[in-house]
């Protein structure tokens, strides 16, 4: 899906000398392919791949309008609420008996959780009641005056975001503030890519908000703070032009990551940790 939505957007940058834009139509089906003895020659050599799901997703890349990517109703369900989809009804397809479900991929989903948008709901937690008590040690530690950090730690799909799930399920009556850090295998190369989008989603900032628009709402967050010294800061951070707002920035991306944000040195490390979740205490606080 990211990769469709990187293609249209490449596509449609792309400069000619003709009057009209380049844009594609893209069709996404999920299941099984049957992939045959390789066909044409040079650079148009591929592999031949025959079945009903490259039949289907060449029927949605029909549907599609210029610039749109097209899903069927299989691959939706995969995605969960990761992106931002669009109805598009049930359309009648060569080849098939029954009208073939479709959706229009919008855009990435702002969601807190990508654990929870990929999921309609959660199962009972099975097996980890020794985990869960810990957990609760831990938190209960925590908002008594100690404070804890737990790692969650083990091999994909054991059940750790899981477990962090049924904690925060636990004390959602509880009064706290969680603050969830996620990192993304699509931006191994941007250290502060979770705080940058916790920060976003702090301010309530939207892809279509103008310039203008986003950095009042990054304003309104700092505006404990000297606006003048670190609004330039977090806009750049947030990729938000100033405009004539303030000047600009005379440091590189290096110095500017390395600045302190609070009094003594603060030098961000890569995380590797898929899910950091911190929940605060009025007293205390825990990760």
């Known amino acids: 899906m990211r990769a469709g939505l990187e293609v249209a957007a490449a596509v449609s940058s792309l400069e000619t000398r003709g009057t009209e834009r380049l844009a594609v139509r893209i069709g996404i089906a999920t299941g099984l392919v049957v992939v045959g003895d390789l066909v044409g020659e040079g650079s148009a050599q591929e592999q031949a791949v025959v079945g009903e799901t490259p039949n289907l997703a060449a029927r949605l890349q029909a549907l599609?309008?210029?610039?749109?990517?097209?899903?069927?109703?299989?691959?939706?369900?995969?995605?969960?609420?990761?992106?931002?989809?669009r109805d598009l009804g049930r359309h009648t397809a060569k080849g098939f008996t029954e009208p073939v479900e479709a959706f229009a991929v919008e855009g990435v989903a702002v969601t807190e959780s990508r654990f929870e948008a990929a999921r309609r709901g959660l199962t009972d937690l099975v097996g980890r009641a020794a985990e869960s008590a810990i957990l609760r040690e831990r938190l209960r530690a925590a908002w008594a005056g100690a404070d804890q950090i737990v790692l969650l730690s083990g091999e994909a799909g054991i059940g750790k975001s899981r477990l962090a799930a049924q904690l925060a399920a636990e004390v959602a009556n509880e009064p706290h503030t969680r603050l969830r850090y996620q990192c993304s295998p699509y931006h191994r190369d941007s250290v502060l890519h979770p705080f940058v989008v916790q920060l976003g989603r702090a301010a309530r900032l939207a892809a279509e908000d103008p310039a203008k628009t986003q950095l009042d709402k990054l304003e309104a967050i700092l505006a404990p703070s000297s606006i003048a010294e670190t609004a330039p800061l977090f806009a750049s951070l947030l990729s938000i032009p100033t405009g004539d707002r303030y000047p600009p920035l005379s440091l590189s991306a290096a110095q500017q990551r390395r600045l302190p944000s609070r009094?003594?040195?603060?030098?961000?490390?890569?995380?590797?940790?898929?899910?950091?979740?911190?929940s605060r205490h009025p007293a205390r606080a825990t990760v």
């Not at 599609?64 to 989809?85: N, Y």
Request: glycine share 10%; net charge negative; aromatic share 6%.
């Open 64 to 85: 599609a309008e210029p610039g749109q990517i097209v899903l069927a109703g299989a691959t939706r369900r995969l995605i969960g609420d990761l992106f931002r989809l």
């Open 263 to 278: 009094p003594g040195e603060f030098h961000p490390e890569p995380l590797t940790d898929p899910d950091l979740t911190l």
